[in-house]
Nanobody, 115 residues
Framework: QLQASGGGLVQSGGSLRLSCAAS????????IGWLRQAPGKEREWVSS???????IYADSVESRFTISRDNAKNTVYLQMNRLKPEDTAVYYC???????????WGQGTLVTVSS
């Protein structure tokens, strides 16, 4: 099971850190992705981190968001800085054998960025 948390309401330009904690299995061997879905829009990929720590980002969040993992805590983080109103969405974390192939999904955490 994956549990996403850390969402909330923040002003434009602010920061939030999302967490994705796993229970019942180890994240050590999984790639983890963060995806988001804004109201009325399709779900879009935000960032991924491989089991070896390699990271990739969508162009829209590059240089503002940082994905990281702490295998000792069985948790992956998404540090979001310089948030924009267009970042408002429900953020989901997912785990799988490689980026883009996800077997486990968290329940989502809402991020709202006010202008």
């Amino acid at each position: 099971q994956l549990q996403a948390s850390g969402g909330g309401l923040v002003q434009s330009g602010g920061s939030l850190r999302l967490s994705c904690a796993a229970s019942g299995f180890s994240l050590d061997y999984y790639a983890i992705g963060w995806l988001r879905q804004a109201p009325g829009k399709e779900r879009e990929w935000v960032s991924s981190i491989s089991n070896s720590g390699s990271t990739i980002y969508a162009d829209s969040v590059e240089s503002r968001f940082t994905i990281s993992r702490d295998n000792a805590k069985n948790t992956v983080y998404l540090q979001m800085n310089r948030l924009k109103p267009e970042d408002t969405a429900v953020y989901y974390c997912a785990a799988g054998p490689r980026a883009g192939v996800y077997a486990y999904w968290g329940q989502g955490t809402l991020v709202t960025v006010s202008s």
